[in-house]
């Protein structure tokens, strides 16, 4: 089932997601498979649950956008345990259609997460794979990647999108 996206503004994109406690369910497998498929329809590369209006801490991931079952990364209960270096790179967000921004990260990062069955695991990643496990972290804890622009910036697409808003453009 394709969820619709939650855009910016929904209250559920602001809050802290909560754990997961059961693990290896059909209902969690079915999650996930939604999951994978409303990031594809949406053509994004990284979902986070509260994005389809689920506020528990689950994530997926796939860089390759489902051309290679391989990329396909579920995280669950995702924590970053180590940062490395920076990088600057322009950001979007499928929740903020329409806008991407300059956004600096660690180049290089470590994450802790649970799979499907519960089984606990880490993986590192670099460049646009680490910007997409802290990325959805982020979504996890109720942060935007706005949250990491400058004030000026966020500020600019706050005003754009309440125009939108107002217009019926943004829903
Ligand atoms: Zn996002």
Known sequence: MIYPI???????????????ADFDTPELQKL?????????????VGLAAPQIGISRRIAVID???????AQKIVLINPEIISCEGAQTCEEGCLSVPG??????????????????????????GEELLARAFQHE???LDGMLYLSHVSPLKR?????????????????
């Open 6 to 20: 939650v855009k910016y503004g929904n209250p559920v994109l602001e809050t802290r997601a909560a754990i997961v």
């Open 32 to 44: 996930l498979d939604d999951m994978f498929e409303s990031m594809y329809a949406a053509k994004g």
């Open 63 to 69: 860089l390759s956008v489902g051309e290679d079952p």
């Open 99 to 124: 806008f991407r921004e300059q956004v600096t990260r660690p180049q290089k990062v470590t994450v802790r997460a649970q799979n499907a069955k519960g089984e606990s695991f880490e993986m590192s």
């Open 137 to 139: 972290t982020d979504h």
């Open 155 to 171: 500020d600019l697409v706050r005003r754009k999108v309440r125009k939108l808003m107002k217009s019926g453009e943004w829903k």
